[in-house]
């Protein structure tokens, strides 16, 4: 509201899909509601428009890439659009889509040359595919803009299923009292208990319809190392952290081979 201040936040939801940058697969993003693709953004123009947290990035055509989706059915004092992040569009913008047709793909294609400013790389195989979601409200008169989540604003039915797998508004939405007295401080989503919400529902209501008691079940250790990608030249001096909390490098050994080494 006009005259209010806020304490730093992150007025977006942070999308993690259970699909890895190494499996190969492409994922279709679709549009969430009717609407008009009212911009694109890539190369030089994703440039011009990423924020500070996104430096790492801006020499690569497509991770830096976005698009907004403006929804049909403007209200009467202002309009909704939908900004997609880190989605390549499949899409010109101006094009009127249907709440469901296909408007980008993941992952970039160029994903595996992207690098951190001290050259490491930026997204290793076994990391998943992420994108952004922020939904705002555009005011016609002189509020400016609102940012809301699209959890408040589902189908029912599209609700339903989500709640089904965990993913509610009391579940997913952080309270503005709650933000207020944890503010960001410039450093967002790194809270694993207090910043993601999993799909952990969805799981155990598979387990149930199987007969599976979870409390008897026992599993076999998996290996540690299953999913620690291929160390070659290509991805020298990248770091993985094992599941016991071990640290690796990918370095050359003595022979000139890649090999990985524990810190």
Not at 62 to 89: C, I, K
Not at 180 to 203: H, I, K, L, S, T
Request: hydrophobic share 40%; glycine share 8%.
């Amino acid at each position: 509201s006009p005259g209010q201040d806020e304490t730093d936040r992150s007025m977006k939801h942070y999308v993690s899909l259970d699909v890895r940058y190494g499996d190969g697969v492409e994922v279709v993003v679709r549009a969430m509601a009717d609407g008009v693709v009212s911009s694109v953004v890539t190369g030089a123009s994703a440039d011009a428009s990423a924020g500070s947290g996104d430096a790492a990035l801006l020499d690569v055509r497509n991770v830096a890439a976005e698009l907004t989706l403006t929804m049909s059915g403007f209200s009467q004092f202002g309009y909704w659009d939908l900004r997609y992040m880190h989605v390549v569009p499949t899409v010109a913008a101006g094009t009127r889509v249907r709440a469901g047709d296909p408007i980008g793909v993941l992952p970039p294609s160029d994903w595996a040359g992207v690098r951190n400013a001290d050259g490491s790389l930026a997204f290793l195989p076994t990391h998943p595919i992420q994108f952004d979601l922020a939904l705002g409200y555009h005011s016609l008169l002189p509020f400016g803009e609102q940012l809301d989540s699209f959890l408040h604003h589902l189908d029912p039915a599209l609700a339903l299923t989500l709640g089904d797998a965990g993913f509610t508004v009391e579940e997913t939405v952080i309270a503005r009292a709650e933000r207020d007295a944890q503010p960001c401080e410039g450093v967002y989503n790194v809270e694993v208990d207090a910043d993601w919400v999993f799909g952990d529902r969805a799981r155990r209501a598979a387990d149930e319809a199987a007969g599976i008691d979870e409390e008897t079940v026992t599993t076999t250790p998996s290996d540690e190392f299953a999913l620690r990608p291929t160390c070659t030249e290509a991805i020298v001096s990248t770091k993985w952290m094992a599941d016991d909390g071990t640290l690796w490098t990918c370095v050359l050994d003595d022979a000139g081979v890649p090999t990985w080494r524990m810190d």
